[in-house]
């Protein structure tokens, strides 16, 4: 036998219209009423008619996360940070992947423009084709969140770290450690994340005095093969390269992968340092020196948006959260 929300609302001695509209969520009934509905509702499997609720209330109760990877262990530490709001507010959550791909990333939000979901969290795709067109559809038509890689044209909230003062902190690090070579791994793609990491990388040169020129930035591509062919030619030129800032976890692999070829030894001859959340770092050999994004915080702040937003709670325009990243250091730098 199912179980309805009269049982629910018998049981919990509250009124009908209480629990249904607990369920949907609504501003007109208190937190701590949601969370004992909800939690109830669980204890008895309860599974609402999705279809007519939709009709009635026009909510799907689905949100979907676009990514460009899982992969990365920051996006999956987001997505147990999303999902953990979710199942609070009785929503499934529907993850789309990009695969860093602009085009795949402009089909999936056209496919979400048709009432599949309530609202959108996406982290932009890296790829080289930009078209901030169809993500500024969607947040006229749906809460539409950005977090970490957001897209500055379009007027909707956005969760990020601060990535400039990050970096320029990790290059402090490498230069007071001694280095005087020092290069920044940029990922392919025009991502405002990079480009805020490499500013940083660049200030701390200038302030420390070094002639900052086109090779201190070394430019990878999408394809990982090709990207570590790249690394190892400048670690094996005459450069004498001793101290690398990797943007992006994956990168940091290929930077251990290449030393290892050129028989260079981390830390001795080149300093490692890199964003990554990477739940091994510690592990590595040498351990790894680390900036550590908020991840799961990231993605609790860019999902309680988008409850807010959906409750009518608040305007997305006006909400910008930027949370501090952590450096961790350990024996790659020492």
């Known amino acids: 036998m199912s179980v309805t929300i009269r049982k629910i609302a018998k049981d919990l001695k509250i009124a009908v219209s209480t629990v249904s509209k607990a369920l949907s969520d609504s501003h007109e009934i208190s937190e701590e009423t949601k969370r004992k509905v909800f939690e109830y509702a669980r204890q008895l499997d309860y599974v609402p008619n999705a279809y007519a609720g939709s009709l009635k209330n026009r909510k799907t109760r689905n949100i979907a996360i676009v990514l ?12 147990n940070g999303i999902d953990s709001i979710a199942q609070a507010k009785g929503y499934h959550v529907m993850v789309y992947l990009t695969h860093e791909s602009c085009e795949r990333e402009e ?3 056209q496919e979400l423009r048709g009432g599949r979901v309530d609202g959108v969290l996406i982290s932009v795709s890296g790829g080289v084709k930009k078209n901030s067109h169809i993500h500024a559809q969607v947040a006229a038509e749906m809460p539409l969140i950005f977090f970490d890689r957001i897209c500055d044209e379009v007027d909707t909230a956005k969760v990020l770290t601060d990535d400039f003062e990050s970096s320029y902190k990790a290059t402090n690090h490498l230069i007071e450690k001694g280095c005087k070579e020092v290069i920044f791994i940029s990922a392919a793609g ?3 994340i990079i480009n805020k990491r490499q500013e940083g990388f660049i200030k701390s040169l200038h302030e420390h005095g070094i002639e900052v020129s ?8 999408e394809n990982e093969n090709e990207s570590y062919e790249i690394i190892k030619n400048v670690l094996s030129s ?3 390269v001793d101290g690398v800032v990797c943007s992006v976890e994956k990168l940091a692999m290929q930077v251990y992968r290449a030393c290892h070829e050129c028989k260079l030894s981390i830390p001795h001859q080149v300093k490692v340092i890199a964003f990554s959340n990477l739940q091994i770092a510690a592990l590595l050999a040498p351990p790894l020196t680390t900036v550590m994004q908020p991840a799961f915080a990231m993605g609790e702040a860019a999902a309680t948006l988008l409850f807010k937003s959906l409750a009518k709670k608040i305007d997305l325009k006006k909400e910008r959260i930027v949370l501090p990243s952590v450096l961790c250091e350990r024996e790659s730098t020492a």
């Open 68 to 79: 460009p990877e899982v992969a990365d262990t920051f996006f999956s530490n987001a997505i």
């Open 238 to 240: 005459d450069r004498k």
């Open 214 to 221: 086109e090779q201190h930035t070394v430019l990878c591509s």
């Open 107 to 109: 089909s999936i939000l």
């Open 190 to 192: 025009n991502l405002s």
